[in-house]
Nanobody, 124 residues
Framework: QVQLVESGGGLVQAGGSLRLSCTAS????????MGWFRQAPGKEREFVAA????????YYAESVKGRFAISRDNAKSTVYLQMNSLKPEDTAVYYC????WGQGTVVPASYDYWGQGTQVTVSS
């Protein structure tokens, strides 16, 4: 059974940092591109960052470039999202997702599996 389990969310002041983790049980982890998305109340789910399965190419939404960093530890079947210089507008539920053979697409429908989400709240 495929499972993605996120952790690391919480409450932080503006300017602070958090690191999200997502541990996957998806068979061969290295076959999957991994993505992070977020959804704020009343808004659609939006792309945050992704890392491809093959070359580890990384992609970011413009709103987080220079502040967030995605990485993966294939030995631990875990993907991370390091979030620095957090802003109140980063407040959302953050989801990780897995896309088999993917290259790191920004399209949610391309992903095969999703985690349950972890809440990130940034206070001003």
């Amino acid at each position: 059974q495929v499972q993605l389990v996120e952790s690391g969310g919480g409450l932080v002041q503006a300017g602070g940092s958090l690191r999200l983790s997502c541990t996957a049980s998806v068979g061969t982890f290295t076959n999957y591109a991994m993505g992070w998305f977020r959804q704020a109340p009343g808004k659609e789910r939006e792309f945050v960052a992704a890392i491809s399965w093959s070359r580890g190419n990384k992609y970011y939404a413009e709103s987080v470039k220079g502040r967030f960093a995605i990485s993966r530890d294939n030995a631990k079947s875990t993907v991370y999202l390091q979030m620095n210089s957090l802003k109140p507008e980063d407040t959302a539920v953050y989801y990780c997702a897995a896309d088999r053979w993917g290259q790191g697409t920004v399209v949610p429908a391309s992903y095969d599996y999703w985690g349950q989400g972890t809440q990130v709240t940034v206070s001003s």
